[in-house]
Structures are given as structure tokens and as C-alpha cells.
């Protein structure tokens, strides 16, 4: 597929907005993993393979396991994520999804549970700029593959 356009030249404001969104979720204490679990159940509700490329290369630069990262489309029977994981990814998904079911109260709940009201708020917008994201990368087709993670080990060169 080719790219239809580069958004960031086409438009440098909206990137900008949508940069300003992107550290605000940064800087709001929720663990780094879970976010890049979180974009990337997102990207693959939406089919975005940029941000699937960007976020799996992302968490296993931080850590996260092959394993999980394989799981997360069937997260509801792999036993590998914890109960705070489990209703993340459960808003991650009713959000992205919001037309289909809505939010019901009992997700409300089970969200509750684990973050208190500034977290939640916090997770929202974290699933609003994923799916933000997807929208643009999906809309304008951007090209996939190219991203190296800014958290990955330098390497040496091999001798």
C-alpha cells in the first residue's frame, strides 16, 4: 500500500495537538507497559499496522514478554495478565468499541476497582490518543515498518 499522505507536513498544528495529547498521557503515572499493552489492543481492534509495529517494538524494548505480546487479542483466557491489566484492556476495548455495547455500568465497576478517579480519567485519555492515532495512520496509510523504538538497547556491532 502506498502512503496517502505524510499528515505531520500536510498539517503541522494538528500534529502538534495531537503530540501535546500524547505527553500529557506520559506524564500521568500510569506504568509504561500497561499503556503499550493498552495502544496496542487498541491498533489491533482498529487494524492499524503502524501503531501495532510502533507499540509491540515499544513494550519488548521495555520489557514486556513475546508471550503476552502474542496473547493480548485473546487476553480474556490467558491467564499472563493481571486483574488491573484485564479491566484495562476491558475499557481499552468497550471504548474503542463504544458504538457496539456502550460502557456498561458493571465495566465501570470492575475499572473502578483498579484506578482510582484520576487514573481512570487518565486511561481514557490514553485510549482516545491511541485511537486517535490509529485514525490517522489508517486514513493516511502510513507506511509501516521504518520505526525503531526509542527505548530499545543500543547494540554493538557484531566482531
Not at 499522505?5 to 503530540?19: I, Q, V
Not at 514478554?65 to 486483574?83: D, F, M, V
Not at 487514573?119 to 486514513?139: F, H, S
Request: with cysteine.
Amino acid at each position: 500500500m502506498q502512503q496517502r499522505l505524510d499528515y505531520k507536513l500536510a498539517s503541522p498544528d494538528a500534529f502538534k495537538a495531537m503530540l501535546n495529547t500524547e505527553t500529557q498521557v506520559h506524564r500521568s503515572g500510569i506504568e509504561p507497559l500497561l499503556l503499550e499493552l493498552v495502544k496496542t489492543r487498541a491498533s489491533q481492534l482498529n487494524g492499524c499496522a503502524w501503531c501495532l509495529d510502533m507499540h509491540a517494538k515499544d513494550a519488548r524494548a521495555r520489557g514486556e514478554t513475546e508471550q503476552r505480546l502474542y496473547l493480548l487479542t485473546a487476553w480474556r483466557e490467558a491467564p499472563c495478565y493481571s486483574e488491573r491489566e484485564r479491566a484495562a484492556l476491558a475499557w481499552t476495548e468497550a471504548l474503542t468499541q463504544i458504538p457496539a455495547h456502550g460502557v456498561p455500568d458493571e465495566l465501570y465497576a470492575e475499572a473502578r476497582r483498579h484506578f482510582d478517579e484520576k487514573a481512570l480519567v487518565d486511561l481514557t485519555l490514553a485510549i482516545i490518543a491511541i485511537n486517535g492515532w490509529n485514525r490517522m495512520n489508517v486514513a493516511f496509510r502510513t507506511a509501516v515498518g521504518s520505526y525503531v523504538s526509542p527505548h530499545a538497547k543500543a547494540q554493538s556491532p557484531s566482531r
